[in-house]
């Protein structure tokens, strides 16, 4: 086969249009996951062709492949808190890798460089945050994590005289970091990244649940006598939906001098209702705010944003000249020198399509949605006398476990543990297992766009079949 061709485009645009289309149009019907998907995935398997078979072959036998896919696009994916892709954002989103921009440097996509100064001045706007606040999108929370935890490093090290970007960690004191047994995996993981360490990660839990102990964290910060460290707030913690208390935990950052980072990677979006928005207040009083973009914002993978208090941190943790390279003192924001990524994606098409396209008041429509979704699974599992939910329902995570009758406690942690396995391989629905409190739970998530009632009804006629099924008998 040749090298590409350009007049392969216009038949490989086609038939990708039309797949897509055909595609999308049958999603709310397929099952989450195909019995044969691991099957179908492992079919592509091969050694590199010398000759290839052509872009019209290629994609056909990608297109053939599709069940080899877990279809979380779709209205009964409650996994990993995924949203969908709006039409608006799916859209900009083919069009950003037609045009395929390196939003690194601002002279290399002056669309793609204002887009995202536009779309992080509407997210500010969105969820309440001052406007003078720096930002920069990313791949997702670890990625905005990394970003706010790498400026809440060199704020530390500046407190102590050290650039510590320039000459790195060697002979400081170690960090501390502050949090409720909510700390996310991801802030752990980039504070492994930044050389702060896994091992400084304090947390200060006053149940099982993971819930904060105030007077712990009052305490810890006390002891430090000035020296500087991390509070980290978690804003929708990940088994049911929780929140650390912002604004007392902004109160004590404060008083201790330490740096405020909050999470916020879905529970952000809790900012958009009057239902909801107590559950964040005091954010603005953070020193750093992150969210996702893939969650409930619903563009497509991968997206995020990082929100600093001090807009000059970034340019000092990230800023890299070469003489070929923009300038650092630029007066163009340069997205390059502001977040990990030199080489950047545009995803800010994406970002400033949806908004613009739906505005405050649809993306407002999409987090209530959900939020009445989340509970009308609640009121199901509340009436059923073979379910049990675990804990309340702030937000959008229904945090349950099936406990039908005659089921010895001891048993309960094992039979919904198979469930949970049987849930995957039932493919009508998928959802994920965890624990709470030490038992085995499930925790859907209604967050995309595309969720209905009956795929939440689904999930609870499911959960009470399986449960059936593979339910201990009396001898057994």
């Given at each position: 086969?040749?090298?590409?061709?350009?007049?392969?485009?216009?038949?490989i645009?086609?038939?990708?249009?039309?797949?897509?289309?055909?595609?999308?149009?049958?999603?709310?019907?397929?099952?989450?996951?195909?019995?044969?998907?691991?099957?179908?995935?492992?079919s592509?398997?091969?050694?590199?062709?010398?000759?290839?078979?052509?872009?019209?072959?290629?994609?056909?036998?990608?297109?053939?492949?599709?069940?080899?896919?877990?279809?979380?696009?779709?209205?009964?994916?409650?996994?990993?808190?995924?949203?969908?892709?709006?039409?608006?954002?799916?859209?900009?989103?083919?069009?950003?890798?037609?045009?395929?921009?390196?939003?690194?440097?601002?002279?290399?996509?002056?669309?793609?460089?204002?887009?995202?100064?536009?779309?992080?001045?509407?997210?500010?706007?969105?969820?309440?945050l001052?406007?003078?606040?720096?930002?920069?999108?990313?791949?997702?929370?670890?990625?905005?994590?990394?970003?706010?935890?790498?400026?809440?490093?060199?704020?530390?090290?500046?407190?102590?005289?050290?650039?510590?970007?320039?000459?790195?960690?060697?002979g400081?004191?170690?960090?501390?970091?502050?949090?409720?047994?909510?700390?996310?995996?991801?802030?752990?993981?980039?504070?492994?990244?930044?050389?702060?360490?896994?091992?400084?990660?304090?947390?200060?839990?006053?149940?099982?649940?993971?819930?904060?102990?105030?007077?712990?964290l009052?305490?810890?910060?006390?002891?430090?006598?000035?020296?500087?460290?991390?509070?980290?707030?978690?804003?929708?913690?990940?088994?049911?939906?929780?929140?650390?208390?912002?604004?007392?935990?902004?109160?004590?950052?404060?008083?201790?001098?330490?740096?405020?980072?909050?999470?916020?990677?879905?529970?952000?979006?809790?900012?958009?209702?009057?239902?909801?928005?107590?559950?964040?207040?005091?954010?603005?009083?953070?020193?750093?705010?992150?969210?996702?973009?893939?969650?409930?914002?619903?563009?497509?993978?991968?997206?995020?944003?990082?929100?600093?208090?001090?807009?000059?941190?970034?340019?000092?943790?990230?800023?890299?000249?070469?003489?070929?390279?923009?300038?650092?003192?630029?007066?163009?924001?340069?997205?390059?020198?502001?977040?990990?990524?030199?080489?950047?994606?545009?995803?800010?098409?994406?970002?400033?399509?949806?908004?613009?396209?739906?505005?405050?008041?649809?993306?407002?429509?999409?987090?209530?949605?959900?939020?009445?979704?989340?509970?009308?699974?609640?009121?199901?599992?509340?009436?059923?006398?073979?379910?049990?939910?675990?804990?309340?329902v702030?937000?959008?995570?229904?945090?349950?476990r099936?406990?039908?009758?005659?089921?010895?406690?001891?048993?309960?942690?094992?039979?919904?543990?198979?469930?949970?396995?049987?849930?995957?391989?039932?493919?009508?629905?998928?959802?994920?297992?965890?624990?709470?409190?030490?038992?085995?739970?499930?925790?859907?998530?209604?967050?995309?766009?595309r969720?209905?009632?009956?795929?939440?009804?689904?999930?609870?006629?499911?959960?009470?079949?399986?449960?059936?099924?593979l339910?201990?008998?009396?001898?057994?």
């Amino acid at each position: 086969m040749a090298a590409p061709d350009p007049a392969e485009l216009p038949k490989i645009i086609d038939l990708a249009s039309r797949e897509a289309a055909r595609y999308l149009e049958s999603i709310a019907d397929r099952n989450v996951r195909d019995p044969r998907a691991e099957e179908v995935a492992a079919s592509f398997r091969g050694e590199l062709l010398e000759d290839g078979v052509g872009a019209e072959r290629a994609l056909e036998e990608l297109v053939a492949g599709i069940d080899g896919a877990v279809h979380s696009a779709g209205p009964r994916f409650f996994h990993f808190v995924n949203g969908g892709a709006t039409p608006a954002a799916l859209g900009a989103d083919w069009l950003a890798s037609a045009l395929d921009q390196n939003t690194g440097a601002w002279v290399a996509s002056p669309l793609g460089g204002e887009l995202e100064w536009i779309a992080l001045s509407w997210l500010r706007d969105l969820f309440g945050l001052p406007a003078e606040w720096g930002g920069v999108l990313t791949t997702g929370a670890t990625m905005a994590n990394f970003v706010a935890l790498a400026c809440a490093r060199r704020w530390c090290g500046l407190r102590h005289g050290v650039d510590v970007d320039d000459v790195g960690l060697s002979g400081l004191p170690p960090i501390h970091v502050f949090g409720s047994g909510y700390v996310h995996p991801s802030d752990v993981k980039a504070l492994g990244m930044l050389g702060i360490g896994r091992a400084q990660v304090h947390k200060l839990a006053r149940d099982g649940i993971g819930r904060l102990d105030v007077e712990a964290l009052d305490a810890a910060l006390a002891e430090l006598d000035g020296a500087p460290s991390i509070v980290i707030g978690s804003a929708g913690e990940v088994n049911a939906g929780d929140f650390d208390p912002i604004a007392t935990m902004a109160d004590l950052a404060e008083r201790y001098g330490a740096w405020f980072h909050v999470d916020g990677a879905f529970g952000l979006f809790a900012a958009l209702s009057d239902r909801t928005r107590h559950l964040v207040e005091g954010i603005e009083r953070a020193d750093s705010v992150i969210a996702d973009g893939h969650k409930w914002l619903n563009v497509p993978y991968d997206c995020g944003f990082a929100f600093v208090r001090d807009p000059s941190l970034q340019p000092s943790v990230f800023g890299e000249g070469a003489a070929y390279l923009p300038a650092l003192d630029d007066p163009k924001p340069n997205w390059g020198y502001l977040g990990p990524e030199m080489s950047r994606r545009c995803r800010a098409f994406a970002v400033w399509a949806t908004l613009r396209a739906y505005g405050r008041n649809g993306h407002r429509a999409i987090v209530e949605r959900s939020l009445d979704l989340a509970q009308r699974l609640a009121a199901m599992v509340d009436e059923a006398d073979d379910l049990e939910r675990l804990a309340d329902v702030p937000l959008n995570i229904v945090c349950f476990r099936a406990h039908p009758r005659g089921v010895p406690e001891d048993r309960l942690d094992e039979l919904n543990r198979r469930i949970a396995a049987a849930v995957i391989a039932d493919g009508r629905v998928f959802f994920g297992a965890t624990a709470y409190d030490g038992k085995a739970a499930f925790r859907p998530a209604p967050v995309n766009w595309r969720n209905r009632p009956e795929d939440m009804d689904l999930i609870a006629t499911v959960v009470r079949e399986l449960a059936a099924e593979l339910a201990p008998t009396r001898s057994s």
